[in-house]
């Protein structure tokens, strides 16, 4: 196992270099404005941009984050974040989350932050695992975020896909009474579902296929919280969506069981 572990990782040195070289990129951004953030709106003058992008050679990770509005930024502060897709599989090491400062952004100016492995203060993921990863930017009480997911081999990240959104439950519960979400899904078993579930859920199960078959007659332009009471499915659900055109979907990090622990209400 070990032989093969370093096999891979000498391969990955020698061939990923070359697919940068040739184009093979990736970048992904969402810009917040009055209209898109409903939650810690930016002003239409305060509009910021914030990508994830992998770094040259597929060392590391960089962070473009822009201002778009037309007053100047100051004390804008930055997060990222990175932890196995599925929790409990795979590795993720060194950078489960990194953040600083910008001390001033001009309007029209764009900053990159550059998380590469061997640094200390802004180091990028090593590990091994299907790695899912997102970008936040706070201007006060105001927020921009993103997220991507990859494949993490040692310290390369390559295979970049656009993913859902993580949130906690806090920020579940105030984007559900605030009416952010146009359609709370849960895709837990409907033995389990009908014991309780969150206010206004529907039961599209994804063991048996019904989220799947129900996918095609979702609107795109809609918003969605997806959420199970164990990981794997409810990953696998909010991806689907996601690949289906759907871009605005947040998963519910702790699933229904940190619902439940933070104290928010249930319907049975």
Avoid at 3 to 14: A, K, N
Avoid at 29 to 40: H, I, S
Wanted: include cysteine.
């Amino acid at each position: 196992m070990k032989r093969i572990l370093i096999g891979t990782i000498i391969v990955m040195m020698l061939v990923l270099p070359s697919l940068s070289v040739l184009g093979f990129g990736y970048h992904h951004e969402r810009t917040y404005d009055a209209t898109t953030n409903t939650q810690g709106l930016f002003e239409e003058d305060e509009n910021v941009t914030i990508a994830i992008s992998q770094a040259p050679f597929y060392l590391g990770i960089n962070i473009d984050i822009g201002n778009q509005g037309i007053t100047t930024l100051t004390d804008i502060k930055w997060s990222f974040r990175a932890k196995p897709l599925i929790s409990g599989e795979g590795n993720v090491r060194r950078s489960n989350f990194v953040q600083g400062t910008i001390d001033q952004l001009e309007p029209d100016e764009t900053t990159t932050i550059k998380l590469r492995p061997f640094r200390r203060t802004t180091p990028s993921p090593i590990g091994l695992s299907i790695t899912y990863m997102n970008a936040s930017v706070y201007v006060g009480d105001n927020f921009a975020r993103t997220s991507a997911r990859a494949n993490l081999i040692s310290f390369f990240l390559f295979g970049f896909r656009e993913t859902y959104l993580d949130i906690k439950p806090d920020e579940a519960y105030s984007k559900l009474t605030n009416g952010t979400f146009d359609l709370v899904i849960d895709v837990v078993g409907l033995d389990i579902y009908s014991q309780g579930h969150l206010p206004g859920a529907v039961n599209y199960i994804w063991a048996d296929g019904t989220l799947q078959s129900e996918i095609p007659n979702l609107d795109k332009n809609w918003t969605y919280l997806v959420y199970c009471h164990t990981d794997p499915p409810s990953t696998a659900s909010a991806q689907a969506l996601i690949d289906a055109g759907i871009n605005k979907v947040y998963r519910l990090e702790g699933n229904y069981r940190a619902w439940v622990d933070a104290g928010y209400p249930i319907e049975t």
